[in-house]
């Protein structure tokens, strides 16, 4: 069975400042790796997946994401905060072999300070 | 609509009643899912439809849980008898292949249950 554990339930950076969100997955066979984005009062929104090509995603708004095998990390960065950055945040795992169901960490709420 | 469609967007209700909760899936897409997200938490897997048959239930907390997906497209989540502690987002949704795409899942969002 795969799971995923985020470092941290919240953080706060100010805008300009490095996003840094944590994620490390367990998974006995290699996954697939998500970071959804939840916006208040919206549902999840894709932000970037990995699926076995390369390890450096790029995704929407600036966010990429780098998978290290080694480490079974998938930590998600933005170099420079915005304010509307401010959301909670869900890195997920999922299996081919599983239908693709998702597992989700616990998500990192962030708040943006101007 | 282009999206996922869930209603209702809220619900209340009292202990004891029964609860019905639709969701209408992106137009072709064959999987659907529903997800649980208590206060403060992650989603958490509940069940997952390949066409008409579920795939995986195994997220399915006790036996007042179903879900049915009668022509493949839209699902019901269906809570008898609720109680307090199943007040939660429920969030549905859908993916084109389940098992053979990237793996990318189309979220609505949500009905919010509250049971008093």
């Known amino acids: 069975a795969q799971s995923v554990t985020q470092l941290g339930s919240h953080v706060s950076v100010s805008e300009g400042a490095l996003v840094l969100l944590r994620c490390n997955y367990s998974s006995s066979v290699p996954p697939y790796l998500f970071w959804y984005v939840q916006y208040p009062n919206q549902g999840l929104q894709l932000l970037l997946k990995y699926t076995s090509a390369a390890t450096l995603v790029k995704g929407i708004n600036g966010f990429e994401a780098e998978f290290k095998k080694s480490e079974t990390s998938f930590h998600l960065t933005k170099p420079s905060a915005h304010m509307s950055d401010a959301a909670e945040y869900f890195c997920a795992v999922s299996l081919k072999a599983a239908g693709n169901k998702l597992t989700f960490g616990g998500g990192t709420r962030v708040l943006v300070k101007p | 609509g282009a999206g996922v469609s869930q209603t209702p967007s809220n619900k209340v209700t009292e202990k004891g009643k029964y609860v019905e909760l639709r969701c209408d899936p992106i137009?072709?897409?064959?999987?659907l899912y529903w997800y649980r997200q208590s206060l403060g938490q992650g989603p958490e897997f509940l069940i997952y439809?390949?066409?008409?048959?579920?795939?995986?239930d195994s997220g399915l907390p006790n036996d007042r849980f179903f879900a049915v997906r009668p022509e493949g497209s839209v699902s019901t989540l269906k809570i008898q008898r609720t109680e307090r502690g199943d007040s939660a987002v429920y969030l549905c949704?859908?993916?084109?292949?389940?098992?053979?795409?990237?793996?990318?899942?189309?979220f609505g969002e949500g009905s919010r249950l509250t049971v008093l």
């Open positions: 137009s072709g897409h064959t999987a």
């Open positions: 949704a859908s993916s084109p292949q389940g098992g053979a795409n990237s793996g990318e899942l189309f």
């Open positions: 439809f390949q066409g008409t048959g579920a795939a995986d």
